[in-house]
């Protein structure tokens, strides 16, 4: 089937607005998870889910990053009042089920915060 | 807490040669999974393999081969034959089955297999 669908896949977005990230994991895939990766470096865990319960938000910078799963699949990571600290590659991964199977990524989200 | 480090920042060959990518990591869970992922110039991030903490045998996949240590706490990956389109950065991660539910990634090698 597919694999990890993310849209949008750029967002350029002024200093102060909300955004809303939007990812679409393989079908079947109970897990799903977000991470950050800054130019040059690897990806920072955001937050996961198994079906639609959030199972860890410790990687969430602060209250201005929410995500959600509420169906079990399709999962959004909103960010509130952004800043320009904020302008990332935004990446979503699905799993199996849960940390001992491998994640397949989607093509990311190229935010850009001016 | 868990921790992923690959001390390699950046490794340059040219084609044909073998490499070795080094990653060590640290966790306190008797159960653990380590990763390698592939992350070529166009982005995407491309799985390549998967180790448990129970499974020391090494692997091969063609031209790619993994060495798992648990004594040393590496879980090295060989390029034999290198080939330009290797050439990307590669992670290696791990995730924790009892103390912690997130990968954590290492910092990347950059890989550059010259023509």
């Known amino acids: 089937g597919a694999g990890v669908s993310q849209s949008p896949r750029y967002k350029v977005t002024k200093r102060g607005q909300d955004v809303a990230l939007r990812c679409d994991p393989i079908s079947g895939h109970v897990s799903l998870y977000w991470y950050r990766q800054a130019l040059g470096q690897g990806p920072e865990f955001l937050t996961y889910?198994?079906?639609?319960?959030?199972?860890?938000k410790s990687g969430l910078p602060n209250d201005r990053f929410s995500a959600e799963r509420p169906e079990g699949s399709i999962s959004t990571l909103t960010i509130q009042r952004t800043e320009q600290r904020d302008s990332a590659m935004y990446r979503c991964?699905?799993?199996?089920?849960?940390?001992?199977?491998?994640?397949?990524f989607g093509p990311g989200t190229r935010l850009t915060v001016t | 807490a868990q921790k992923v480090t690959q001390a390699q920042t950046e490794i340059s060959v040219v084609e044909k040669e073998d490499v070795t990518l080094d990653c060590v990591y640290e966790t306190r869970d008797t159960t653990y999974y380590l990763f390698w992922y592939k992350q070529p110039p166009s982005g995407e991030l491309v799985f390549l393999i998967r180790?448990?903490?129970?499974?020391?045998q090494n692997e091969i996949s063609g031209r790619y081969s993994w060495n798992f240590q648990k004594s040393t706490s590496s879980f090295n990956f060989t390029i034999t034959a290198s080939q330009v389109v290797d050439s990307a950065v590669y992670f290696c991660?791990?995730?924790?089955?009892?103390?912690?539910?997130?990968?954590?990634f290492g910092p990347g090698t950059r890989l550059s297999v010259l023509p």
């Open positions: 889910f198994n079906y639609e319960a959030q199972q860890d």
């Open positions: 991964a699905s799993s199996l089920a849960g940390v001992s199977y491998e994640q397949y």
């Open positions: 180790r448990n903490s129970f499974d020391e």
């Open positions: 991660a791990l995730s924790e089955r009892d103390y912690g539910q997130n990968f954590v």
